[in-house]
């Protein structure tokens, strides 16, 4: 079955930029939308953005100026940049498959924990 | 943006117990709610969506309803595994918002 899974650096200094990418196994990256997700600890849940697998993206406007996700569909991978990153920033990332049948997401990445410290 | 709000925030039942969840949108969102449960340390898992459809797989104690503004999750009889943390998620118009969660808790 597909799964997902988040990698990249588990702590980012104040002012730097935070990447991740998540890898789509079990199955194509084509035909979906895909989605970043964020959790601060303790907290609820955020919509970070998402992208078609040709590339059309969605940005949540408070995080619109710092957000770029892009897709390579060759090594069925999609990937999250955050710049200027603060400690509010701090949270587990998820990457989340968009379901075919609406705007909700239907299969979701284990989550990578991302802090935010010097 | 479309503002979610669930009650309780929290709730504590028994095993056995059936229980009801409340999601209040700001705005009516014409059935456009999914629900997910998720329990400590792991990533959310779907339940429902178009506010009454459970996804395959869920089990059928899981029920939802509501309309405009007002949606409800149900879990007709409570068993270890549910407790948990639930969350609503609108996705009538971007940017798609949840709900603050609502704290499932042993009694």
């Known amino acids: 079955q597909v799964e997902l899974q988040e990698s990249g650096p588990g702590l980012v200094k104040p002012s730097e930029t935070l990447s991740l990418t998540c890898t789509v196994s079990?199955?194509?990256?084509?035909?979906?939308?895909w989605s970043w997700i964020r959790q601060p600890p303790g907290k609820g849940l955020e919509c970070i953005g998402y992208i078609s697998y040709s590339g059309s993206t969605y940005y949540n406007p408070p995080l619109k100026s710092r957000v770029t996700i892009s897709v390579d569909t060759s090594k069925n991978q999609f990937s999250l940049k955050l710049s200027s990153v603060t400690a509010a920033d701090t949270a587990v990332y998820y990457c989340a498959r968009i379901a075919r049948s609406g705007w909700f997401w239907d299969l979701w990445g284990q989550g990578t924990l991302v802090t935010v410290s010097s | 943006d479309i503002q979610m709000t669930q009650s309780p925030s929290s709730l504590s039942a028994s095993v056995g117990d059936r229980v009801t969840i409340t999601c209040r949108a700001s705005l009516g969102i014409s059935n456009s709610l999914a629900w997910y449960q998720q329990k400590p340390g792991k990533a959310p898992k779907f339940l429902l969506y178009a506010a009454s459809r459970l996804e395959s797989g869920v089990p059928s104690r899981f029920s939802g309803s509501g309309s405009g503004t007002d949606y409800t999750l149900t879990i007709s009889s409570l068993q270890p595994e549910d407790f948990a943390s639930y969350y609503c998620?609108?996705?009538?118009?971007?940017?798609?918002?949840f709900g603050q969660g609502t704290k499932l808790e042993i009694k």
């Open positions: 079990g199955g194509s990256i084509s035909s979906y939308y």
């Open positions: 998620q609108q996705y009538y118009s971007t940017p798609y918002t």
